[in-house]
């Protein structure tokens, strides 16, 4: 897996779990009402971890490049030249590094292994409490937002009612000025088509 990516998920999962427990460790005061907060807080450390990540995983990834070029300059000729005297020592010495090779792998799989996932396990389970910690305070937010769209509804239908009346009255009152021009017009009009014909 590359770098950056690797970078990205190490570093997101380290910022939300860090958001996460500081937002757990508020005081109860601090933390009433501000849900969203913790949300955004969680949110807010997962994308701040990732970019952090991303950007280790590029330094890493850049440095890893450079140094396996100048190391392939460098070791190609060494390399050859190396084979050539060190042939006879490296086949006896093959099977014996192979072994330890076989225990090294092992001891890392049975030792390390566990602990890597364990603590990965123990962040995704501490992202999941958190964002099952906030969705009450979203769904209770939504609902507020959804009571107080309504009410401002409700309050503005008697205003909408009342424009919505004068621009008729008003409308009425421009047909009724307007009547004797359109009769006068269309008089006119009946009179040149009469005398046109």
């Known amino acids: 897996m590359n770098q950056l990516v690797k970078g990205a998920l190490v570093g997101g999962t380290v910022g939300g779990v860090i958001a996460a427990l500081q937002s757990s460790r508020r005081p109860a005061s601090a933390t009433a009402g501000s849900s969203p907060d913790t949300t955004s807080a969680v949110a807010k450390g997962v994308v701040e971890g990732a970019v952090a990540g991303t950007l280790v995983g590029f330094v890493l990834d850049r440095r890893a490049r450079a140094a396996a070029a100048a190391l ?8 050859r030249r190396f084979a050539e005297k060190a042939r006879p020592v490296l086949e006896s010495a093959y099977g014996s590094v192979n072994e330890q090779i076989h225990d090294v792998g092992e001891t890392v799989t049975t030792s390390l292994l566990p602990s890597v996932v364990a603590a990965a396990e123990r962040a995704a389970e501490a992202i999941g409490e958190a964002v099952d910690a906030s969705r009450p305070h979203m769904q209770e937010a939504l609902t ?3 009571t107080a769209f309504a009410e401002a509804v409700d309050a503005s239908r008697p205003q909408v009612a009342n424009a919505l009346a004068a621009g008729r009255a008003g409308l009425a009152d421009v047909v009724v ?13 009946a009179l040149v088509t009469t005398k046109a014909a």
Do not use: D, W, Y
Not at 72 to 79: D, H, L, S, T, V
Not at 177 to 189: D, G, H, Q
């Open 177 to 189: 000025v307007a009547r004797p021009t359109i009769e006068s017009a269309r008089e006119r009009v």
């Open 72 to 79: 392939a300059a460098e070791g190609a000729g060494r390399g």
């Open 144 to 146: 507020s937002s959804r």
